[in-house]
């Protein structure tokens, strides 16, 4: 049981270049979300998804995309990346009306 | 005002004191109380998990809520240096259909040896 992984573990990208973050849980939990954490600042909401084909927008979405065809992954999608996006990306999964586990994290850093 | 409000810190205090960590909140729903905690450069992990108001143990950690007051607080007993880290509360509202949480900034502890 791995629970919430997360590739790559880091990765530098140059500004207007795009990627997607991968992230896949072994948990069946319906609940999956993305987060970015910049220094100083929390925890911040980008998308999550109630269930596979369902996904709706966070706190700070503008920039990203997802998608969610199965229960196990939610993969997000940086296109056309800006330094404003250098931070530390979290994958986190949860069941109903409970908490969520978090993955190890991906940072990004755009030059 | 923000939803959740958490003393930055650094926090720093000799090994075996008593440490407490604290968070306010300012919605009334919240119902679900969580503390993390996260090592540098590493995901945060799940510490404790409360429902409404109350206290709950386990080992060297408790947590405690006072929803009268919108205050909820984590205590870490005989704190050990390998307790330094920082510390993040959530919370969340009883049937709220997306199940999003709501995090404090984090409190940064240091436990010296």
Known sequence: NAGVTQTPKFRILKIGQSMTLQCTQDMNHNYMYWYRQDPGMGLKLIYYSVGAGITDKGEVPNGYNVSRSTTEDFPLRLELAAPSQTSVYFCASGAEQETQYFGPGTRLLVL | ?113
């Open chain 2, 1 to 113: 005002q923000k939803e959740v409000e958490q003393d930055p810190g650094p926090l720093s205090v000799p090994e075996g004191a008593i440490v407490s960590l604290n968070c306010t909140y300012s919605n009334s729903a919240f119902q679900y109380f969580m503390w993390y905690r996260q090592y540098s450069r590493k995901g945060p992990e799940l510490l404790m998990y409360t429902y409404s108001s109350g206290n709950k143990e386990d080992g060297r950690f408790t947590a405690q809520v006072d929803k009268s007051s919108k205050y909820i607080s984590l205590f870490i007993r005989d704190s050990q240096p390998s307790d330094s880290a920082t510390y993040l509360c959530a919370m969340n509202d009883y049937g709220g259909a997306t199940n999003k949480l709501i995090f404090g900034t984090g409190t940064l502890l240091a436990v010296q040896p």
